[in-house]
């Protein structure tokens, strides 16, 4: 109950960055969605009309029944990124990904004009890499080879469906999630990244650099505070 409590904490202080008229883009995840629910409460009233480039199916769904326009990153590039992560670093960089749609929010963070990180105090880590695997999109044809040579750098693993349904994940762009378990701190994001992209049939890293951060929401069960670089 007070890491949900945290989340809308987090998501509060995030709405009050939003502008009307604004061209938000929506990331994904629980605390994205709060942010996203609280934006609709006031559309109508606070704001006249705001639009959104949604970053995952399931946030288009959302941000469509709360009354956010949905326009494409192809006519707009957003104003302003509001999105999650998995861990959060003290230089900004991040691990995304937990819920398989690091790609499309990696492609709307970096278009925004201002990309902003909502987390719980969970989320605050030292180091990168000990805690939470590196989610890493990969085509289904290179499944095999992209497990082999990520072997070499920590325990990889496909990532498969819970709560019943058989079978890996599958992401919007119909590809699958392969989590590596690096098991280390990453000590060059950059480096590690450029790895990972360059063995063929990897599409995107769940790895996003501090530089293209402009700031980190925190939210605790009782405040939030933002951080700046």
């Known amino acids: 109950m007070r890491l949900e409590e945290a989340k809308l904490r987090a998501a509060e202080k995030a709405l009050k960055m939003v502008k009307d008229g604004m061209v938000l883009g929506l990331g994904s995840g629980s605390t994205v969605a709060k942010f996203i629910k ?58 995304k990904g937990g819920g398989g749609c690091h790609t499309r929010e990696k492609i709307v963070d970096y278009s925004s004009g201002e990309f902003v990180v909502i987390v719980d105090y969970t989320k605050l880590v030292t180091r990168l890499g000990l805690r939470k695997p590196i989610p890493i999109e990969v085509l289904p044809f290179a499944l095999r080879l992209v497990i082999r040579t990520l072997s070499r750098l920590g325990r990889a693993e496909i990532r498969r469906c819970k709560g019943g349904k058989l079978g890996p994940v599958v992401t919007d762009n119909g590809n699958f999630i392969v989590d590596l378990n690096y098991g280390r701190p990453i000590e060059d994001i950059e480096a590690l990244d450029r790895e990972l992209k360059s063995i063929p049939g990897v599409i995107e890293t769940g790895l996003f650099y501090g530089s293209k951060v402009s700031k980190v929401v925190v939210g605790y069960p009782d405040r939030a505070e933002i951080l700046f670089k």
Not at 46 to 57: A, K, L
Not at 78 to 87: F, H, M, N, R, T
């Open 38 to 95: 609280l934006l609709g409460e006031k559309i109508g009233y606070e704001f006249t009309e705001i639009y959104g480039v949604p970053s995952s199916y399931d946030t288009e769904i959302l941000a469509r029944e709360v009354g956010i326009k949905i326009v494409s990153l192809n006519d707009y590039f957003p104003d302003l990124a509001v999105d999650g992560a998995d861990e959060v670093d003290r230089d900004f960089n991040l691990i």
